[in-house]
């Protein structure tokens, strides 16, 4: 079962890093590419806040139609911030694309060194998520940085470990806020369009909070 799951989510991840490089080639591929992803995310967030927010006073709807624009308005603003970029300055195209990268190794690196070492929970949130993983999570963003310092080489090396280390934490947050909200929901993944992976909310929680993040600092410092 464990090996179907792997052989599921290998497989899964190879096209999603397939898709990501197309991505930064083709114009017209990103552009597509992060409508659909936006649209598919917005809905399974929809389903999952339904399913939270399910009494019918006035505050659970009031609250759980706020929660629903709010979620449409800031995956509008990722979406229309990437055509921005993408139409009218691409030289931000490399912190886009590098915020996303050091998003998919902190994801990455939680999972692998959080899965081998185990140890002590982070928080309640998520029984999976260990001090470990959040370590893990750091080094394989790190990693990144070696292989993107020449592009880099303005930022200083020192700023720009530490605008590396600022977009992991991000992502991390981004993907306990969303392990909360599945908690809360009692589910354990957004859905199952990702075979072996869950959701495409599931893939791109720590993502869609370290992109602005990303390009925020990147921008400001």
């Known amino acids: 079962m464990m090996q179907s799951e792997l052989k599921k989510r ?14 930064y080639q083709y114009s017209y591929i990103l552009i597509i590419s992060m409508i659909v992803i936006a649209i598919i995310s917005w809905i399974e967030f929809y389903a999952l806040i339904s399913k939270i927010f399910i009494r019918e006073n006035f505050s659970q709807k009031l609250l759980r139609f706020l929660l629903k624009a709010i979620s449409l308005l800031y995956l509008s603003f990722i979406v229309y911030l990437i055509l921005i970029i993408e139409t009218e300055n691409g030289d931000l195209k490399v912190y886009l694309f590098y915020s996303i990268l050091v998003g998919i190794a902190s994801d990455l690196g939680g999972l692998i060194v959080g899965k081998i070492f185990k140890g002590k929970k982070l928080t309640n949130i998520s029984p999976n998520k260990t001090i470990s ?4 999570s750091l080094i394989f963003s790190l990693l990144l940085v070696p292989l993107f310092v020449k592009y880099f080489y303005l930022y200083g090396l020192p700023t720009f470990i530490m605008i590396t280390v600022l977009i992991s934490l991000t992502t991390q947050v981004g993907d306990l806020l969303i392990s909360l909200l599945k908690r809360k929901a009692n589910v354990k993944n957004t859905s199952d369009i990702l075979p072996g ?10 993502i869609i909070f370290a992109i602005p993040i ?3 600092l990147f921008y400001l410092i």
Do not use: E, K, W
């Open 133 to 136: 993983g959040s370590v893990g």
């Open 197 to 206: 992976h869950g959701g495409m909310l599931d893939r791109i929680d720590g």
């Open 10 to 23: 290998s497989i899964t991840s190879f096209f999603l890093i397939l898709l990501l490089f197309l991505m």
């Open 214 to 216: 990303g390009l925020l």
